[in-house]
């Protein structure tokens, strides 16, 4: 079941002689429970294409559809309630809330929707994380790993339709970013986890079902993995 849908995606900055284009027409769809790793260079339009694909930002053009729902005709309030609701994001600097612990920044997108903490579900993804004698502590008494799980776990506690991660090793150190590829790959495999990594990393965009390469804003590449 289709769970994506991006067509003819375009994003240009500034105008006439300034005009950057930093998206091309962009199309392509994703199957639920698909792990689909999106590569390219430095400044290939990865990125810009995951903060649209999180209503991060808005297309100049082209549409998202994420579960049926067309992302960006959303008003401002009801994409921020779309998003706290069905999309997770993990960074690669975590953005945890300093003064919130570990529990608290994994409830975070439940306090902000004004709904009560699902504390069975919050056990279970701090169980699930590893981080159980670390769910009083606060983000500057983690480790980076650490803090990148609580990123994690903050974008899984929701159940969301997608769980975006853009370059979400790049703080770590090569050990810990093995870890948290597995930690994404086991949510992916064990619970159906549809994923889309954004990286630069040749190596590791393989472990995905599916990579996608863009350049110069536009896809060059939409070749299967392994079969899922």
Do not use: C, W
Request: glycine content about 10%.
């Amino acid at each position: 079941m289709e769970i994506l849908r991006v067509e003819g995606l375009t994003k240009t900055y500034g105008s006439g002689d300034t005009l950057v284009k930093a998206l091309d027409d962009v199309s392509f769809s994703v199957e639920k429970g698909e792990f689909v790793s999106i590569i390219g260079p430095s400044g290939s339009g990865k990125s810009t294409l995951l903060h649209i694909l999180g209503g991060v930002d808005k297309p100049t053009s082209g549409k998202v559809f994420i579960d049926g729902t067309d992302l960006h005709s959303l008003s401002e309030d009801k994409l921020a309630i779309f998003r706290r609701r069905h999309i997770g994001l993990v960074y690669q600097f975590y953005n945890l809330v300093p003064v919130l612990n570990v529990a608290e920044n994994i409830a975070l997108p439940h306090l902000l929707d004004g709904r009560e903490t699902d504390e069975e579900r919050l056990d279970s993804v701090i169980e699930y994380l590893g981080l159980t004698d670390r769910r009083m502590n606060l983000p500057n008494q983690l480790s980076g790993g650490q803090q990148q799980r609580v990123s994690i776990g903050r974008a899984l506690y929701n159940h969301p339709a997608i769980l975006l991660a853009d370059e979400p090793t790049g703080n770590l150190d090569r050990k810990m970013g093995e870890q948290i590829i597995q930690l994404l790959k086991d949510s992916n495999r064990q619970q159906m986890q549809t994923l889309i990594l954004i990286t630069h990393d040749e190596g590791l965009a393989m472990q995905a079902d599916r990579v996608i390469g863009i350049v110069d804003g536009k896809i060059v590449r939409n070749e299967a993995v392994r079969k899922i």
